[in-house]
């Protein structure tokens, strides 16, 4: 009799792990993530989208299959403030480089205005805070590469009135006064003009975004920059070994400072095994690439899109790696481990490179925050890490800002 009343206590509680783990429970926790991801401020921190706005005339409220946001998929994604990014190529600058970030910025206020229902731009912290209130998405701006400013501090000024709210130091190639990861060193990091543009955002209140410098740029601007910084799209080198990425002692650094690394979703800064794949089709997706960049010259929106297809077209071939959605998690998880929920935040990339399965555009978004729910993550640290983490850096800038220019 004991060893049967044994075996039903055992057996329930087996019964009962299996409905924990694949009935109602699991259902319960989808909802939980949901109701936290739409009561959240979700604040992605990079969307190249303003190229299709402006060599497409594309319309952000019209849903389209090309590209990886609009209106409706962000309202669909929860995705509610965005910083869209002003980019030219290294090689547009000096004046072209400037009258293309003007067309930009301009494109970018054009849909805020022609869309009033559903978008309002705002320059600040609490800009966000009050967009999500109103049940608007948060507009804001931010400008990729320092070429940009064509070495005129009184330029950057001028941008900084129409809106942007951090400068990407480089892009590509180095500047005039600040190296690039992905070009051969020029000036040692920071030349002394680099300082002084890195203490003008400072005291704009403009944030300083080291996605795209080289590491030695990066600590140039740890010793100089009084505010936080961010960098707006970059991922983890310890899980995927490529320059662009942040190593774990330039994390430590940037989390003592204050700032917040946002992981970026392209494929091959997620991947060990696409950069390694990458590495040896090097030859033949340069190539390509090169191809597409004559074919459609300075239309970028295109040049994007059709190298996003090239990749698409490699993988079916098995020449490169698939890379899933779940490989963002784990270079959020990558951080947290290393400096906590307090550093960690979403810069996409959307619009701008080849997304992961599973989060081909904004509307996949709530599965981020159940994984994360899923791995455990509190509701208090995950609405860091969808945007409140941005939020307090943006914070911080202003209120530097603001001592600054007392």
Known sequence: MARDLAWLVSAAVVLSASVLTSGAPADELADRARKLHFSSIVLDTHADTPQRLLFENFDLDHRDTHGHLDILRMREGGLNAVFLSIWTPSEVSGPKGVKRALDL???????????????????????????????????????????M?????????????????????????????????????????????????????????????????????????????????????????????????????????????????????NTGFLSQELAEARRKISKELDARDAATQKRYGENEALVIREQERTRRELTAEGKLPRVSWEKIVEHID???????????????????????????????????????????????DIRKILGGNTLRVMEEAERVSREMQK
């Open 105 to 147: 910025i301009d494109a970018v206020r054009e849909q805020v205005r022609r869309h009033p229902q559903a978008l309002v731009l705002v320059t600040s912290a609490e800009g966000v805070r009050r967009a999500h209130a109103q049940g608007k998405i948060a507009v804001l701006m931010g400008m990729e590469g320092g070429h």
């Open 149 to 265: 400013i064509d070495t005129d501090l009184g330029l950057l000024r001028i941008y900084a009135a129409l809106g942007i709210r951090y400068l990407t130091l480089t892009h590509g190639s180095n500047t005039d006064w600040a190296d690039s990861s992905t070009d051969e060193p020029k000036h040692n990091g920071l030349t002394p003009f680099g300082k002084s543009v890195v203490r003008e955002l400072n005291r704009l209140g403009v944030l300083v975004d080291i996605s795209h410098v080289s590491d030695k740029t990066f600590y140039d601007v740890v010793e100089t920059s009084r505010a936080p910084m961010i960098a707006s799209h970059s991922s983890c080198r310890a899980l995927c070994d490529v320059p662009r990425n942040m190593t774990d002692d330039m994390i430590r650094a940037l989390a003592k400072k204050g700032g917040v690394i946002q992981i970026n979703y």
């Open 334 to 380: 990558h951080v947290v481990k290393l400096v906590g929920a307090d550093h960690v935040g979403l810069g996409s990339d959307f619009d701008g490179a080849t997304m992961p399965e599973g989060m081909e555009d904004c509307s996949k978004l709530p599965r981020m925050t159940e994984a994360l729910l899923r791995k455990g993550y509190s509701d208090a």
